[in-house]
């Protein structure tokens, strides 16, 4: 992959330490996949980016490979995401506001945390579960300006962590479009919120 000129390096740095953590991909395995030794990648990522670690090439092919192109547009498709802590919350703030938000829910659990489901355009969703961190973070934020929040019952929330533990990516789509049109949902399906 060339990378265009202007690109902000450190902004990829940031990126690819948010999505290998936010996915539970460990720093070895990445750099191994793509050819860079795990020292050299750290370097990269804690230092903003900077120039000589890691070639520019390798940096935005590594994030691309976890779902994010260099000007931080979302690859199409589902995007699951572990977000525990505030800072990596900021970090999906700023991601989520780069793009065309077509609709989203914040289902918060009563027994604490919270799942946010946001669609972006007709081809890319990302689906967070999130720490008691991260969601006092989105709530200090703009996005809850974008999105519907729902406060779950006993039943939401096992429904939800269901849905969450779904490996397929087509039936979570589908669950989570019929969210925004609940007379589509069917009572006999268990994950059904």
Same mark, same amino acid.
């Given at each position: ?12 740095? +940031? ?63 589902? +995007? ?114």
């Amino acid at each position: 992959m060339k990378v265009k000129p202007g690109t902000d390096m450190g902004r990829v740095a +940031h990126w690819l330490n948010f999505l290998r953590q936010a996915l539970g991909v460990h720093t070895a395995v990445l750099a191994k996949a793509h050819g860079m030794r795990r020292s050299n990648l750290t370097t990269f990522m804690y230092s903003g980016g900077r120039p000589g670690s890691v070639s520019p090439e390798k940096a935005c092919n590594a994030l691309l490979s976890l779902g994010l192109q260099a000007d931080g547009t979302l690859r199409p498709g589902l +995007h699951r995401w572990c977000i525990p802590s505030g800072e990596m919350a900021a970090t999906l703030v700023d991601l989520i506001g780069r793009a065309d938000v077509a609709w989203g829910v914040l289902l918060v659990l009563r027994q604490g945390g919270a799942y946010l489901m946001v669609r972006m355009g007709r081809l890319i969703c990302v689906f967070v579960e999130l720490g008691d961190e991260a969601l006092a973070t989105i709530h200090a934020s703009s996005l809850l300006d974008r999105v519907v929040r729902i406060t779950l019952d006993q039943d939401g929330d096992a429904a939800t962590k269901m849905l969450w533990q779904n490996e397929d990516d087509q039936d979570v789509l589908n669950h989570f479009d019929a969210l925004r049109n609940p007379a589509e949902l069917a009572p006999a399906t268990p994950t059904r919120i």
